[in-house]
């Protein structure tokens, strides 16, 4: 037996996968370890370059929460949470654009971009890809924290078709021309479902959701799903992303992912294997 067959078994394992999601979009949400650690930044970018060249369409939406807190950190700037969402005044703002639009976004398509893949990075003011609209909260003022009004994908449409892949800061502009910072799980949810993707994947720093024995959940249904947010199993930082799973797929979005980022290759194993490496939210029982 030749020594490299194992590899080109390998490859004829993934193209059911490859066939299944040809051409189609997948909507990821790239934060945490992921994006903190130097070898997974380095695999996130090959991933994403391999996808594309087989036919995938990834769009990224990022988030940079640890890189926003340190540059604050370091300028002296006090920083305020409420419900885990930093309070924004304009001062902040400017700080957060300067490293979601500026920085980190060119950080990845500087990556992707080395391994030969064509990256291009965008804000949500871009092509008006993101209308923003104030975040409220009872009782609290936010400042400029914002949510999606609505999302125009035509600038991402385009991209895709030329063979670019649209990396996006979670960065919007109001009617009124105000900037505001949007949660990057939100604004990729909206653009999943904006883009009738075929998946929305959310990378993670855990397993995936866990149910009350602190044991993974491979697959939710939507049912399911509502039933650990009302039981309260799931909890934490873990609420927000299973509503978020949850509104994608009822908007159209096949498939949602939540999955952990800490894994080398953790969006290949998820697309391109039977078992994955997280929860699959929407699945029909």
Not at 70 to 86: D, M, Q, S
Not at 191 to 215: M, R, S, W
């Amino acid at each position: 037996m030749h020594k490299n067959i194992e590899k080109i078994r390998t490859l004829f394992e993934s193209l059911p996968y490859i066939r299944k999601f040809n051409n189609k979009t997948i909507v990821i949400k790239y934060g945490g370890n992921a994006m903190t650690e130097d070898g997974l930044k380095r695999s996130f970018a090959r991933d994403m370059v391999l996808m594309k060249y087989v036919g995938i369409n990834p769009v990224i939406v990022h988030g940079g929460g640890p890189q926003i807190g340190g540059l604050l950190k370091r300028l002296g700037k006090e920083t305020r949470f409420v419900k885990g969402i930093r309070v924004t005044d304009g001062e902040t703002m400017d700080i957060v654009e300067m490293v979601l639009v500026g920085k980190v976004n060119k950080e990845i398509v500087g990556l992707i971009n080395l391994y030969g893949g064509k990256a291009v990075g965008l804000g949500g003011k871009d092509g008006g890809l993101i209308k923003a609209k104030k975040l409220v909260m009872k009782g609290e003022e936010m400042g400029l924290v914002g949510d999606v009004e609505s999302i125009d994908p035509s600038v991402i449409k385009t991209l895709d078709t030329q063979g670019f892949i649209p990396v996006i800061a979670p960065v919007g502009a109001s009617e009124d021309g105000s900037t505001y910072n949007i949660n990057a799980d939100t604004v990729a949810g909206r653009i999943a479902t904006a883009l009738k993707a075929e998946k929305l994947i959310l990378l993670t720093d855990v397993a995936g959701v866990l149910d009350k024995n602190k044991k993974l959940i491979s697959s939710l249904s939507l049912a399911e799903a509502r039933s650990l947010l009302t039981k309260k199993v799931a909890v934490g930082g873990m609420i927000p992303k299973i509503k978020c799973c949850m509104e994608a797929v009822a908007g159209g979005v096949n498939a949602a992912h939540i999955i952990d980022g800490r894994v080398e290759h953790a969006v290949l194993l998820e697309v391109f294997t039977d078992a994955g490496v997280g929860t699959v939210i929407g699945v029909k029982k």
